[in-house]
């Protein structure tokens, strides 16, 4: 199980930088040293790779986490600490169909995709053509693009799917469509939401009320990283104060 | 695809409390209303059923997430905020073969057991023979306990797979088993533990250095819930404060 | 500089539990033991007295701190997280004027009234009686209460001061004494306000943005607790998650 | 009451940074602009002075925060969530002496000089005679150098003083001067610690236990700042993660 050409591995310098790199015919640099990508074509993850001029780099298997964090973005993307929970959630599990509007980047796509399997399905929607382009780029590093149905379309009344398992909406105005939420959602399962603002939240939540959900939740959740000296345990200096508030709710017939 | 015997369901009463209950022949009470749980048969989620003096009970689809809050619990559990950043950073995904130790009530379990498919597989060691009992029962409710290979085995210096996807330590003192969680990983694969001390985060730290891991994270997630009044936006009054540590690394063959 | 009736003291037990009383002829019972008050004249702070069946009670000097936590209080309070924030930004020291709007059970009103000392003074408004009451009480224990011009008024356009160092409203409605607290104000000086819900912060931005009010912060300050055992340094479990958004700004003569 | 020369000044931009100076002959340089800094004089807090250029200066009164903000520093200083609330716990108030050691850039010392006032007093060690210099420097900033006695001596074993209100300790090994404030402090008065590392904080809570302290706590407080946009409330982006720990004690004469 060597690691051959398009595999990708995590790449990790002795000062703590890690790099997301493709196995190809590529001149690889850092600020300090280079490598040709072909070069680890037969090795292994865990094994040690050598610059050129002697630096070292630890060949890592990039966690779906390593992914998301150094996904090409050119949007906000949803951060692991939000996705996890929202994973959890909107239960997300092999053979799940989940419909997300407002994909972006796709970073949230891709834990979803990673999530379903093989067996499960996503369906994309994202009117902006430039960011679902760019989305499309980040699931192929992945493998897994087929588990995924782009659209590139700006959605305003209704979704095209019905009875999926869960729906997610990033996107500004997300109370607009609530109900269309609504309506391709199985009875009983659940909706998310992330919005940056409190006013967005409010405006969602009037949304919520006006239509057969129940169960409502709004959370926000903080991630903080320590330093990793033993001796010396403290958490960084500083940190991410915040990214999105997240809501949930479970569609019923009628309320 | 209606109710059936035997399936779980989510009862929210309109007062906000939920409840996990399986479908049998059982009446079924809250201070308020009982109904027999047979009733609930060719219902479907998203349905309302009535108790006997007149109280709705929304059917509601359990998310993992439900399931994680609402499990039956001897010892200290893992939370969906904790879990979720778990899953993304020990690269849990379908068919992946993750390996614990200090299973306890089997919420982290659960969550592995759920993404992992029927490809993959858990291998769980709990010391504690009632510890692990109350863990199958629930993986049973999920329906998923056969994805779980249960160890009722207090590991001393060394696990008896070889080649796992992930470890995860969930124990008094995992810094005595981080030699025997190198020995179990596959090369540049992760180890993730939690901790509930800032002492045993030192120590683990230290046990870390000695041994070829890289990739060193330790960090604490924070979960605050907001009261739904859109017209009163603001948090709840009281919050968990801390549950626990996490700190990851991943294995490599040398430093 | 020995005890003498009419002081207040903090009786710490062993248990860890706290109460502030005053030195009186009178029989002061816990769940476990008690004691006359009496006995504690001629004692000092620091020493320990006994109960009536020997249980320990130590004699602490009440801080500003204690007598903040222990206050009298028929309204939600303003806690000492935000209540130090507040005296920065405030600019509160000795020989200032402070004018509060909605000075509900004093917990502010007494911080303020403790630290601008025997020069400054504390005008404080609050249409409810029995709310004023309270806080006039909590201010005799503290043996402040005349550096403080009560008003039992309900301020509906104006204040009937000028020129203070500094404004505080602490009121349901705060955007409607914006412009008063302006008039109130010399030029230069801060504006503070604590609002519980998000809508009221918008609102009350809204307002001060139609002001000449500059330099304009919101902050929400949380403090988590640690247990204290050494070998075992971790949070409590369960922290206060919100007491109030914190709103200031400073007047300006024109924008 | 214009303004006169000698006085501070916080000169707020359109682009709301904000500058501490003091009137003086001096031209005081942005990136955009300049003013002579002695055209201040016979103006007043609140009012508007112009640029060379026509940039816009509003010349507000600096609160006790803006000098905390903008103060000359050489050391890691203490910030104001953390003084507000060490204020209220160490009971500092007009009159009051306190003993603080591990003076550093005079932060903490500038607080406390000025709410002590001018019949209470500062005692201010610091090993090191170039932190000690930019700490005498800002407390003349302030105009109250007068109330703290430097003493610019590394404290071994015990402190000059005896019957302090108070006593705070900011240095790297505060486990070892704990002795020394016991004996410093008088009976049921507090004692402050401030730590950055979780390990600090084990070793100080080991050392109070040996000594006759009670009354033992341990916090952190997180301060985070909210975009003043009313229409988009919402957090800022990043925030800050730690200071320190804050640890706080009253002493006893026997436990």
């Known amino acids: 199980m060597s690691l051959k050409e398009g595999d990708y591995v995590l790449l990790l310098t002795s000062d703590g930088k890690s790099y997301l790199v493709e196995i190809k015919d590529h001149n690889f640099h850092t600020h300090k040293d280079y490598l040709n990508l072909k070069d680890l074509i037969d090795k292994n993850y865990g094994e040690i790779i050598y ?9 890592l ?21 939000d996705i996890g929970y929202i994973l959890l959630k909107l239960d997300i599990g092999p053979g799940k169909t989940v419909l997300e509007c407002g994909g972006g980047s796709g970073a949230l796509t891709s834990a979803f995709a990673y999530i379903v399997g093989e067996e499960g399905k996503v369906i994309s929607y994202e009117k902006e053509p430039k960011f679902q382009e760019v989305a499309k780029k980040n699931l192929k590093k992945l493998g897994i693009s087929h ?20 729906v997610f909406l990033d996107l500004k105005t997300p109370w607009v469509l609530i109900k269309a939420s609504w309506e391709a959602l199985k009875g009983g399962h659940p909706l998310g939401i992330l919005v940056p ?10 949304e919520i009320e006006k239509n057969p959900f129940i169960d409502v939740e709004v959370v926000e959740i903080l991630l903080r990283h320590y330093k990793t000296n033993p001796e010396r345990l403290r958490p960084e200096d ?18």
């Open 197 to 206: 603002t409190a006013n967005q939240v409010s405006q969602c939540l009037l």
């Open 147 to 166: 588990r995924v149905v782009f659209k590139n379309i700006e959605v305003l009344e209704s979704f095209e799917e019905k009875e999926v398992d869960a």
């Open 51 to 59: 610059g050129k001029k002697g630096e070292k780099f630890y060949i």
């Open 238 to 255: 500083r940190m991410v104060a915040h990214t999105g508030y997240l809501i949930f709710a479970k569609k019923v017939f009628e309320k």
């Open 61 to 81: 298997k990039p966690a779906i986490y390593d992914f998301l964090m150094k996904i090409e973005r050119i949007t906000q993307i949803v951060y692991p600490k």
